[in-house]
């Protein structure tokens, strides 16, 4: 599957962004889901993960209550709604997709996604 990954920029602190991942070439509900970054100087991880149905997800400890996950399986789409924008939320952004025969499961470690979007980056501003 081809991952292509957009909806990042600049923007200040306490401002929102949505990202947007499109898939193609495979059966887009075939895969969970995951959302990861990799600000300066640092190890990328993950910071949200959906399972391939929509409705299971998770968040890492820094995001929640700011992020929100989801995807749209009839336009093959993926989505990170970020909010209240942080100073430390500033990173290049990757999408990442995980073939799994589990309805139910999201998946939280590199190894276990297959797949990877070409990264956006995201700057936030003080």
Known sequence: VQLQACGGGLVQV????????????????????????????EEREIIAA??????????????????TI?????KNTVYLQMSSLKAEDTAVYYCAAAP????????????????WGQGTQVTVSS
């Not at 949505?18 to 969970?32: E, N, V, W």
């Not at 799994?100 to 797949?115: G, N």
């Open 50 to 67: 959906i399972n391939r149905g929509g409705g299971i997800t998770y968040y890492q400890d820094s995001v929640k209550g700011r992020f």
């Open 14 to 41: 306490g401002g929102s962004l949505r990202l947007s991942c499109a898939a193609s070439g495979r059966t887009f509900s075939d895969f969970a889901m995951g959302w990861f970054r990799q600000g300066p100087g």
């Open 100 to 115: 799994t025969a589990y309805v139910r499961k999201y998946y939280r470690t590199e190894r276990e996604y297959d797949y």
């Open 70 to 74: 989801s995807r749209d399986n009839a």
